[in-house]
């Protein structure tokens, strides 16, 4: 039981679907979710909620964790789960949190962390939740690979060019070294211009975010991501080959997934 409750814990860490690295002045008061709304390729189920100790206390999350259930998405049929509070050596990072976990490992497929109630105060961690018309909060996670983009980013960089940063909803990296299975051009509607991409995809690293690198671009700019065949998570499952694109006058000032000026947008299926 402690090993689980350790693998559980230190895949919540390590889990790179979806998060929400550097976040800009983070409130003390801001809830968390990890792995983030529309994360997909957990080995198991759970969500983790945390939270700052000087903002939100082990009440607050202890509240918020009774509250909730895990769901099937979006049938929200309830899944049999507890709360693990274990102190472990890997807890430590998180400040306040609370663990839901499935009782069982279910079958591969869509689930939620359906929560009732939130903090008074609380601030939600932009991205990382997802509310119901009814005002409910959910986390939608996927059991089992499934890769999709998560979201985009844009953040100004030297030299007047400009980052433009896909999130993709589990870590992914090249099956093939024949060809780059990631491509990206952005710019004026029909005149768009190749952007360099420093940070892969690699076949030897498995990552959410990539980068690329291109001129300088405003909102009336769009960008075209042309993804190849090539492009798989650690499973072997593959982003479907298509061309999307991105609208730049849809991001908003956001940390969401960069920091540092950045705008963002996250996807919604």
């Given at each position: 039981m402690l090993a689980r409750r350790l693998a559980v814990v230190s895949a919540a860490l390590l889990c790179a679907c979806g998060g929400a690295p550097g976040e800009e002045l983070r409130p003390p008061n801001?809830?968390?979710a990890n792995p983030a709304d529309?994360?997909?390729g957990l080995p198991t189920l759970w969500v983790t909620l945390t939270g700052d100790p000087s903002g939100l206390y082990e009440d607050d999350l202890e509240n918020v964790a009774t509250s909730s259930q895990l769901v099937t998405w979006p049938d929200l049929v309830p899944v049999p789960a507890h709360i693990d509070r274990t102190p472990t050596y890997f807890t430590e990072a998180f400040?306040?949190?609370?663990?839901?976990?499935?009782?069982?490992?279910?079958p591969d497929g869509w689930y939620a962390l359906l929560i009732d109630s939130i903090p008074p105060g609380a601030i939600l961690a932009d991205g990382q939740f997802h509310q119901l018309p009814d005002g409910r909060w959910v986390v939608r996670v996927r059991k089992g690979s499934a890769p999709d983009l998560w979201g985009y980013a844009a953040c100004p960089k030297?030299?007047?060019r400009t980052a433009i940063i896909v999130r993709y909803s589990e870590q992914l990296h090249a099956a093939t070294t024949a060809t780059s299975p990631l491509l990206m051009r952005a710019g004026a509607p029909g005149k768009e211009l190749d952007c360099e991409s420093p940070d892969g995809p690699f076949v030897d690293r498995y990552v959410a975010d990539y980068e690329f690198i291109c001129g300088h671009?405003?909102?009336k700019d769009q960008v075209i991501l042309e993804g190849q065949s090539g492009l798989a998570s650690p499973d072997g499952i593959e982003v479907s080959p298509t061309e999307r694109t991105l609208a730049l006058d849809r991001l908003v000032p956001s940390a969401v997934i960069a920091s540092g000026g950045c705008t963002?947008?996250?996807?919604?299926?």
């Open positions: 801001q809830l968390r529309n994360s997909t400040g306040v949190w609370r663990a839901v976990v499935a009782d069982q490992p279910p030297e030299g007047a671009l405003g909102p963002s947008l996250k996807l919604d299926p």
